[in-house]
């Protein structure tokens, strides 16, 4: 019985291993239609995430921000609550405790505990916004968290080239942060820092979380808005709470990297974070292992991008269009497999009958 | 002189595997009227959707009036006179009657629409029968019965000769059905043909003049309907054995009032009024039927009942307790269970395993929950022993309830809500689309939760069910309570009641 | 600076940007309410656009000729839009899923498209864009002639749809079938029509719409190409035609809405106002949240939206 379990995840896992080589096929082919030699591209690219102990710290250093998102994400997808506003959280997480640590007059210690916590707060509430719409006007989640994502944005295009400028520079960005603030270094010079931490403290907890009643009630609003509230559920109470826990995370997530990498607020900081948590977690089925799977494979897949362009004539974008077909591949995944399975179905069974004859 | 309208011959039909119809034989003479009788899941309603060209069949023939055709769409049945009315109406409900009806035709003015036409010619068919049917009137503003007349008369327009209807009574009190009888005869006489598909034994007797018989997707037989057969021997052909009716006796005479219901009012989806001052006393170890058209207030009291809805008046009672306009989790730890009517989208979490769906209500209750973690162990013994008690027939608890037939699915939700020691048991159509098996076998749990001293509420629309269970038959029309009837009573007065009728002298 | 704010010129300049930016948000608009109608959210509507966005851009920087990259933006939209179609109507995805996968996908694929196209440049390529009309000298009426009589014939093209579409979808058999399919796809079909074959025509059609839309932005607003060139016109086109409740005239109005919002926007950065550009900048998206606001709880949404239809199960 078990067995049969066993292997519909052994299906799942191969089927979407399979769809991933598809989309490193395509991309191959758009390497070639640009003049380069897929191989060169592709071993450039794997040399570019493992070819050095540095290297390999930059995959963490990505690693972090990217699993902490994709697994905040995945709260909201769960509740089918499409949540595609990370980077806007993430942003508004970076701003908020960049507030806290360059303007708040207290000891640093504890400047830094409040820091974090208006990062995790700040995420939070920005996402918790777009719930509460849901819940009180019916308002798309989809278009707010996308639309609070502009509004993040201009929100801190205007800090860095106003109120929060740095006044000594004509850069748009900030002052640094004071150095007992950052976030400490965990190998000589490079990179990687305690943040690390965090994210194996956010991996632990989300283990745990699935099965907390919380996190079954989380679940459960994902069935239906009708079960969970003949369930006992508050459904409108839970999807605010829901989008809370979901923005928290890209809030942390910000703080992470303004403390960990940035030291300051700067244009672009989110970069495409959003994005890839969304394909991070649909990639990983939603599911607290195979996010992290799919998370490793992305931070290779964006390290190794970013040096394949640099050594390369390849366009950054064909990484871009390998995730986008990703995401359209994985989702297609399923019907695709089932007709595929029907399809050898048939010609096998003309073979056999073929035999008989 | 006779001639067949329809002839299918060894029609195979296979979902996924499984034959929903083995090689059925199928006849239809012109100008009569013949039942397709048979259990749910017996294969009667994919039969006619081959015959109507939504599904094609594997095997098999079809004539229609003498020559072999492929009906490979619904406009192809259409065009060889063959008229479909489902058993969820096929109305669009935004859209008008003339818009409906346009939807299956070709329109006069090439890609342009031809409504004003259309609805001239609705209206003069609609005078003509006595349907009284506005063609620009909106689907949603018309009650179930006109929608019913609005797909007979579009069926009719589009040139049916050949009428498929699928349990058409079900919607019906007693009394609409014999008006409704009476223009299946009257077009009977105009030379239609006539599929009625029911599993109503009474509707066969009654009207049918040759009945076909179908179990587990096979044909057991046809027959002339005379005065010779008998709703025994029908029955055995569509069971396959005899249903037994005997059900454990009474062990123990009702008790004081649990539950009372004063005056209590709510509005529907729509705003409107669909509950008004409904006063019932549910007593201990009891079982009240409600009786009533579908869309009469039932679902509006279950919500209200269970927290699902707030009430706009009135008051509810609980062992004296007043428990009116509290959240649906003050009922379920007030332990009142509720059978929703709506097994796939309320009662079951389709997505989800069995073994969490038998823990849906008890989320945060020990021993499920400690220190708001769900204890896995825990639900592995609460599956184990519903699975044996309940007979539920899966692979296994982490089964997807998505996987198991309609009957199962109901026993997951019995083991849940019988399971958990309830005061009041609130059972909306509780053997709704399970086939006689697992109708019986949930009845008889219901009947055993009313002999351990649950009150039960049980809305039925099958009279049948009601007369069996009920200690008390209460109906209810336009949301009003209009009698409640000892056991016992003639059905003829419960349908007059079910039509608007007040009893005298009524309680309420 | 107010009282500039408040002088005859500049309402006539704010009047006319709001035509203007009006356009990129009303065809997609448009198209969407087909698509909605028949029951699909295509939330790809923004990376469709962007593929049209580049794509004609290319093809006008190419051939030199507007109409030729106008009919392949168009052209593109459509095209690119029978993914949405496959993946929503054939494989019966999540339709939200399927939209953010395409946005991301047009991302990467606009992208590309340029890079090969054009290779790596400091400064933009760019083009010619479509002129202004004047018909007949009718746009040197004073006030009235600017804000109304001189736009380039794309702005006109995209009014002109409005009762188009209106007529279409009243007045037409198939319109009626994109209600039906949206309503009650099971009715629809026992009645003998295609409902894949309507939802995917519905889905292409909003394409071709988002197409010339997405055109509009580079070879009649603008001169040349930017990742950024459509800017979240496609998910607030979603957001109109929800505004609008689904129907054309209401979304002409939506989008001038927005289209004001935008010009707003623009003609007091022009003034340098002295409020910050980046708080006006958010205006467009500020709104877009209002909106859905009071707009989503009176919507009534066709009864099967974003649910797949499937002729087997019930």
Request: proline share 3%; with cysteine; net charge neutral.
């Amino acid at each position: 019985m078990k067995n049969k379990l066993v292997r519909n995840a052994g299906r799942e896992v191969f089927g979407t291993v399979l769809m991933v080589i598809v989309a490193l096929l395509i991309g191959a082919i758009l390497v070639v239609l640009s003049d380069n030699q897929p191989g060169e591209a592709y071993s450039t690219m794997l040399r570019g995430a493992f070819g050095s102990t540095q290297k390999i710290t930059e995959l963490f250093v990505k690693l972090t921000p990217t699993l902490i998102m994709a697994l905040g994400v995945s709260v909201a997808f769960r509740a089918q609550l499409w949540n595609i506003g990370a980077e806007g959280q993430f942003i508004m997480g970076s701003i908020c405790s960049m507030v806290v640590a360059l303007y708040l007059p207290v000891p640093i210690p504890l400047r830094m505990v409040i820091a974090f916590a208006a990062a995790v707060v700040a995420g939070g509430l920005w996402a918790g916004l777009a719930g509460w719409l849901k819940t009180r006007f019916n308002a798309n989640e989809v278009i707010t968290t996308l639309m609070f994502n502009y509004i993040a944005n201009y929100l801190l295009l205007y800090l860095i080239n106003g109120p929060m400028q740095d006044p000594y520079s004509d850069l748009s960005q900030t002052d640094l942060i004071p150095d007992g603030m950052r976030l400490a270094k965990l190998i000589g010079t490079y990179r990687l820092h305690a943040g690390i931490f965090l994210m194996l403290l956010v991996v632990l907890i989300m283990i745990f979380f699935w099965r907390t009643t919380l996190g079954y009630r989380i679940n459960l609003v994902g069935q239906g808005e009708k079960v969970a509230t003949y369930s006992g559920i508050h459904v409108k109470q839970t999807v605010v709470v829901t989008m809370c826990i979901s923005g928290a995370f890209s809030g942390l997530a910000g703080f992470i990297e303004t403390f960990g990498i940035n030291y300051r607020l700067l244009d672009g900081i989110a970069g495409d974070a959003g994005n890839i948590a969304t394909i991070v977690a649909l990639l990983g089925s939603l599911n607290v292992y195979g996010i992290i799977a799919a998370a490793m494979f992305f931070s290779v897949l964006l390290c190794g991008g970013a040096s394949m362009q640099r050594m390369t004539d390849v366009p950054y974008s064909v990484v871009d269009v390998i995730q986008g077909l990703i995401i359209i591949l994985v989702i297609a995944k399923d019907t695709a497999m089932a007709r595929l399975n029907t399809w050898f179905g048939k010609l096998f069974a003309r073979k056999e009958k073929e035999h008989v004859e | 002189m006779e001639q067949l309208a329809v002839k299918m011959q060894q029609i195979t039909k296979i979902f996924g595997g499984v034959k929903a119809n083995d090689a059925v034989n199928f006849s239809l003479r012109r100008g009569s009227i013949h039942g397709l009788l048979g259990e749910n899941g017996a294969g009667k309603t994919t039969l006619m959707n081959v015959l109507y060209g939504l599904y094609q069949q594997e095997e098999g023939t079809i004539e229609i009036n003498g020559h072999e055709e492929k009906i490979s769409s619904p406009i192809k049945a259409i065009s060889l006179g063959i008229g479909m009315v489902h058993q969820h109406f096929m109305l669009a409900r935004p859209l008008t009657v003339v818009e409906n009806v346009m939807l299956g035709k070709k329109s006069r003015r090439g890609i342009l629409l031809d409504t004003k036409q259309t609805a001239e010619e609705l209206k003069a068919l609609s005078d003509r029968y006595h349907m009284g049917i506005d063609p620009y009137s909106k689907i949603w503003q018309l009650s179930v019965g006109e929608q019913q007349r609005v797909e007979i008369l579009s069926a009719i327009y589009l040139g049916a000769q050949i009428l498929i209807l699928d349990e058409p009574t079900a919607v019906l009190t007693p009394q609409e059905t014999e008006i409704f009888f009476d223009t299946l005869r009257k077009m009977r006489s105009d030379g239609k043909s006539i599929i009625l598909i029911t599993h109503k034994l009474e509707e066969i007797i009654s009207i049918v003049d040759e009945v076909t018989v179908l179990r587990g997707g096979k044909c057991v037989g046809s027959k002339l309907v005379d005065d010779s057969v008998t709703k025994d021997e029908l029955t055995r052909m569509m069971v396959g054995r005899d249903v037994l009716f005997n059900f454990p006796p009474v062990t123990k005479a009702p008790g004081g009032v649990r539950m009372k219901m004063e005056n209590l009012s709510a509005v529907n989806d729509k705003g409107v009024t669909a509950l008004k001052n409904f006063s019932l006393d549910l007593r201990e170890g009891e079982i009240v039927g409600l009786a009533g058209v579908d869309g009469n207030g039932q679902k509006e009291l279950c919500e209200v009942l269970t927290g699902l809805r707030p009430n706009s008046g009135g008051r509810m009672l609980l062992d004296g307790e007043d428990i009116t306009a509290q959240n649906p989790l003050f009922y379920i730890r007030h332990h009142i269970s509720h059978i929703p009517e709506d097994r796939h989208a309320t009662g079951l979490a389709m997505n989800w395993s069995l073994k969490n769906n038998l823990i849906l209500k008890r989320l945060d209750q020990a021993p499920v929950a400690k220190h708001h973690l769900v204890q896995g162990k825990v639900v592995d013994e609460l599956w184990q022993k519903a699975q044996s008690e309940y007979q539920i027939k899966a692979i296994s608890g982490d089964d997807e309830a998505r996987n198991l037939s309609g009957g199962n699915q109901q026993k997951v939700i019995l083991a849940r809500e019988i399971d958990s020691d309830p005061r009041v048991l609130i059972a909306n159509q509780p053997t709704r689309g399970l086939d006689v098996g697992a109708a019986e076998y949930v009845r008889s749990k219901i009947l055993e939760a009313r002999n351990g001293g649950t009150s039960c509420l049980l809305i039925s629309a099958d009279m049948e069910e009601l007369l069996q269970l009920s200690d008390r038959i209460a109906v209810i029309y336009g949301g009003e309570l209009m009698g409640i009837l000892p056991r016992g009573t003639d059905p003829l007065t419960i349908g007059s009641l079910m039509m608007g009728k007040r009893l005298e002298g009524a309680e309420a | 600076m107010w009282s500039e704010v408040f002088s005859l010129g500049f309402l006539v300049s704010l009047l006319a940007g709001t035509i203007r930016l009006a356009t990129p948000i009303l065809m997609p608009a448009l198209g969407q309410i087909y698509t909605q109608r028949a029951g699909i959210l295509n939330l790809g509507v923004e990376g469709t656009m962007l593929m049209a966005a580049v794509c004609g851009f290319s093809v006008t920087a190419a051939t030199g000729s507007l109409w030729f990259g106008f009919a392949v933006g168009v052209l593109t939209g459509a095209l690119y839009s029978v993914l949405m179609a496959w993946l929503s109507v054939s494989l019966r995805v999540n339709q939200v899923i399927a939209g953010i996968g395409m946005n991301i996908l047009a991302t990467g694929l606009a992208a590309y498209i340029y890079r090969l196209i054009f290779g790596i440049r400091t400064l933009p390529a760019k083009i010619v864009p479509f002129q202004s009309l004047d018909f007949f000298g009718l746009s040197k009426i004073p006030y009235v002639g600017t804000v109304l009589f001189n736009h380039n014939i794309l702005v006109y093209i995209a009014f002109a749809l409005v009762p188009i579409t209106w007529f279409i979808l009243e007045k037409t058999t198939f319109g009626l079938k994109i209600k039906a399919v949206g309503e009650h796809p099971r009715a629809a079909d026992s009645k003998g029509i295609s409902v894949s074959g309507i939802r995917y025509a519905a889905v292409i059609i909003g394409g071709a719409y988002a197409g010339a839309g997405g055109v509009f932005m580079t070879i009649a607003y603008l001169n040349m190409f930017t990742e950024s060139v459509i800017g979240g016109f496609g998910y607030i086109a979603v957001s109109v035609v929800i505004f609008a409740r689904f129907t054309p005239g209401r979304a002409m109005w939506g989008a001038l809405l927005f289209g004001f919002a935008s010009a707003l926007q623009v003609r007091l950065q022009a003034l340098g106002s002295g409020i910050p550009s980046q708080l006006l900048l958010m205006l467009p998206y500020i709104l877009t949240v209002v909106a859905l606001i009071f707009a989503s709880k009176k919507a009534e949404f066709p009864s099967a939206y974003t649910i797949p239809y499937s002729r087997m199960e019930r």
